[in-house]
């Protein structure tokens, strides 16, 4: 018995220092520095060639970053978003190639750990989903929108993006009551370290977006 204890909690121990090594501050200080990056563009760059351009720059960095961690979800996760946002800039079908490599990126992150970063494959792949046309231009399908937002919500219930985005498709839904429900949700969530800009460009976008749905109510 006591061998066994033994054995037990030595296996433990490498268990700990397993997870110990496999820390990466580098990896970690390079993702919130692109996560900051894409903040100062989304919310910060003037529309146009500007935030087009910039969005090119960023895609490039988040691209090589993946490149340098493939079996990490956190990289493709912000190589997808990113994609996501420079199509959302760039509009019209030029953008569908973006989306489209956005989804791929978003898709191998699930295969690899779908609980990553709070979920938020699933949250920016339901908003792929939502504002992509649907066929035959493109790959856009409100019901799977529905799907992937629900489930970026389990495990994210407290989040500002999930909330946001599932209240945002709710709106064009019609949904409008809904809406502000998830609008409240979204607007009561914690700040998240070094991701305060991102916090601020989101929360005004919260509160643009109520004035929209109660505008509908009234």
Do not use: C
């Not at 970690?28 to 146009?48: C, F, H, M, R």
């Not at 429900?181 to 700040?191: F, G, I, T, V």
């Not at 601020?200 to 509908?216: F, Q």
Request: hydrophobic share 40%; charged share 25%; proline share 5%.
């Amino acid at each position: 018995m006591k061998n066994r204890q033994f054995l037990y909690a030595a296996l433990m121990l490498l268990s700990v220092a397993g997870r110990a090594a496999a820390a990466d501050p580098a990896f970690d200080a390079e993702l919130l520095s692109i996560q900051q990056a894409w903040a100062k563009v989304n919310y910060e760059t003037p529309a146009g060639d500007a935030r087009e351009k910039a969005f090119d720059a960023l895609e490039k960095r988040a691209e090589g970053f993946v490149k340098q961690h493939p079996d990490r979800a956190e990289a493709l996760i912000w190589e997808g978003i990113i994609e996501s946002s420079y199509a959302g800039a760039k509009g019209g079908l030029g953008a569908l190639g973006l989306a489209k490599e956005a989804r791929g990126n978003l898709e191998a992150a699930l295969r690899i750990d779908p609980k990553s970063l709070d979920g938020s494959a699933y949250t920016s792949l339901g908003t792929l989903y939502y504002k992509v046309p649907g066929f035959p231009l493109g790959f856009g399908d409100h019901d799977k929108a529905r799907q992937m937002l629900g489930k970026a919500l389990e495990l994210n219930p407290n989040g500002i993006d999930p909330n946001y985005f599932y209240a945002e498709f709710l709106f064009e839904q019609g949904e409008y009551a809904k809406a502000l429900q998830y609008l409240d949700r979204a607007a009561k969530a914690p700040p998240r370290p070094g991701r305060e800009l991102a916090d601020k460009g989101r929360r005004g976008e919260i509160a643009t977006l109520a004035s929209r749905v109660k505008a509908k109510m009234s």
